[in-house]
């Protein structure tokens, strides 16, 4: 077999991640424009959010039952709405699988990742771990979230083409620079750490068949595996210096025939003065980003006719999604679990269609088993849409054919969350105390809220009490 060759890059200021890494140690909070802090302020606080929410889901006790029986000694850092207290990387894995686990956390469109679930669990466990200002948590933090939006930007979507998770590849990256910015590795050994972690970064996709739950790990993973390579780095383990773009590196290995379609420049142009994070969407339906141009237009619909009087539905869906979201069919139609429904643009469009909305009350088993609802979901049928802004923004639409023979249609081509209709501070605090009142009492909430909110002034040891159940 013929030996495969490296991937010829663009000419640039540096190396991917030598610049990447470059960016992390030189960066100060003060010189991120406050426009870029608050985007960031608010990220941390809507995923706060739904960390907190998913303790009221089984998967969350579960979880925490099997992290916990890896500790062989106590631990003390905190893990979000629990009253268990961790090693530092065990902390790190739940809170990932909590931040990440409804699929409610934040995406950048343009890379399709989810950037504070790549970076948070980090950034948080560790820094309560090393006593560190909110100043510093905020800059770790938006380190990662660079690096997670650069590095998926760069492939164009090829991870999901080939079988990953996106997310759960980036968040290594990411987690190594946030680690190593909290532990203050200097250029060169923060190159090191993103060398170790092309050796762990992975996340594929299988858990679509069949509403697995393994989506939910990866983030915590990364964030396990980010420590790790940042405390081997800092201890002078030697880790590859081109770990993108070398021969075998990330992107030849995990993109296969993809790879010839990569954008290396945005991986380095603008580092420290572009944020391209500040972009990312926050979500107003917990479910997978891809339908969500979809449940605006069935939202929409749904407010002008009665779903009794429909006979059939057509949603529309970027091409490139359809494989996640509405394909195959026959499983789509028939979802079993909380996790299998919101990857079916089918459930998901019936659900709006009949309830003109879907939050986390939709995810839960009487919802699913709503005979209305399921009976909605077997008339959606998917097809490619044509007018799709994908991947800037996730637009859809629905066609509603009703039993007397009028058709009606939406489409939205800027789904709601993402660019001029980003939800404003208000909106993500309201997000954020819905969520947390899953799991918290408004007070305590509203403490998390206002630390948060004024992070810089604070230190990842208030945040993390703030979080933490009493014992």
Known sequence: MEAATSIVMPETAAPPA??????????????VPE????????????????????NAYPFAARALQGIAALADQPGRCSVIGRRERLPVRDAALANGILIHGLDYDDTHLGSIVHPTAASLPCALSLGESLGVDG???????????????????AVKGGFHHVGFHATGIVAHFASALVAGKLLGLDARQMVAAQGIAASTASGIQVFLEEGAWTKRLHPGWAAVAGITAARLAGAGFVGPTRPYEGKFGLFQTHLQGHAA???????????????HFADSAIKPYPVCHFIHGCADAAVDLGA?????DIAAVEAFLPRDTMPIVAEPASA???????????????????????????????????????????????????SVDGASAFPKY?????????????????HVRVNSGAGERALDAAGVTAKFMNSASLAVDAARAAAVRDIVLDIENHTAGELAA???LAP
């Open 35 to 54: 426009a870029v802090r608050l985007r960031a302020r608010l990220s941390i606080l809507d995923a706060l959010g739904v960390g907190l929410a998913s």
């Open 332 to 382: 789509k139609e028939n979802p079993t679990t909380d996790y299998e429904a919101k990857f079916s643009a089918q459930f998901v469009v019936a659900t709006c269609l009949a309830k003109g909305g879907f939050g986390l009350a939709e995810l839960q088993d009487a919802a699913l088993a709503d005979p209305d609802v399921r009976d909605l979901t077997r008339r959606v049928t998917c």
């Open 135 to 153: 100043r510093t948590l905020l800059a770790a933090y938006m380190v990662g979230m660079e690096t997670a939006v650069r590095v998926g930007a």
């Open 466 to 468: 703030a979080l933490r």
């Open 304 to 308: 002008s006719v009665d779903w009794r």
């Open 261 to 275: 379609h990569l954008d290396m420049d945005v991986m380095v142009d603008g580092l420290g003065t572009r944020w």
């Open 394 to 410: 996730f637009s859809g639409g629905v066609k509603v054919t009703l039993k007397d023979g009028r058709e009606l249609f939406r």
């Open 18 to 31: 030598a610049a990447l890494a470059e960016m992390a140690a030189a960066l100060a909070t003060d010189a």
